[in-house]
């Protein structure tokens, strides 16, 4: 259940996820390096010892996997190989990051350095985290219009009519297949086939069950119908 993600086990996974995902790796990342880089580059500034920055950064990144990357640099800095090395050997940070650490290093600059590289990697979020969200809104919209459907197909007795129609006229499921595949030829050449699935959902998925047909093979008809739909004029 939900108490599952509060557990260790459960938290470790959420956040193993969220530095694999392919869409979204990259916005985690540069989440967790730009704040990393900011307490950083603000503690070196100030003077405080990079092994207490680092120490602080632990306390800010509450990613667990992310956690482990600011223990091993920290490791290497108690060793004595200072902090470029352990960002140099990690695969999450950019070549970008990676340079301007060791630079900074290498001039006594590295509080200066990382300030620029956090503010850097602010700006680029933003725009980030913009274009994600102009994405987005049409798939929610859609989504948002085919929950409404729903419940107002539930409360007008629609859904309910019609499984109850398609019962009556004792249709085989390959018959209603059929029928569908119609509807959906005609509805492919209007809109995309996302949409045409989601809003088509509430009331097909209903008659699919009262008409017994197997779910996982309706769920790969679907995937067919969605693929078809992309290559329909116009």
């Known amino acids: 259940g939900l108490s ?5 086990a459960g938290k470790l996974t ?25 307490v950083l580059g603000l503690s070196l500034t100030n003077g ?14 509450s990613n667990r996997v992310f956690g482990r990357f600011l223990d091993d640099v920290n490791n290497h800095v108690n060793e004595g190989r200072g902090i470029a090395v352990g960002f140099n050997e990690s695969p999450m940070v950019p070549p970008m990051v990676r340079q301007m650490v060791t630079t900074g290093e290498q001039t006594g600059n590295l509080g200066l350095v990382m300030t620029r590289v956090s503010d850097f990697y602010e700006r680029e979020l933003n725009k980030r985290i913009v274009l994600l969200s102009k ?36 249709l085989s499921p390959y018959t209603l297949i059929l029928i569908l595949t119609v509807l959906y030829l005609i509805l492919g050449c209007l809109i995309d086939g996302f949409s045409m699935i989601v809003m088509t ?30 290559i329909t004029p116009p």
């Open 14 to 38: 959420v956040d193993r996820l969220k530095m694999t995902l392919p869409m979204f790796k990259d916005i985690y990342i540069q989440i967790y390096l730009s704040q990393t880089l900011s």
């Open 201 to 230: 959902a509430p009331i097909v998925i209903p008659l699919i069950e009262a008409a017994k047909f197997d779910t996982v093979g309706f769920g790969i008809y679907l995937v067919l119908m969605m693929e078809r739909a992309q």
């Open 4 to 8: 599952w993600f509060k557990s260790a």
């Open 135 to 170: 994405a987005v809104e049409p798939v929610m919209l859609i989504v948002m219009g085919a929950a409404y459907l729903s419940n107002v197909f539930g409360f007008l007795g629609i859904t309910r009519a019609l499984t109850q129609f398609v019962i009556e006229m004792g």
């Open 48 to 61: 405080v010892p990079i092994t207490v920055a680092l120490k602080a950064c632990r306390g800010v990144v």
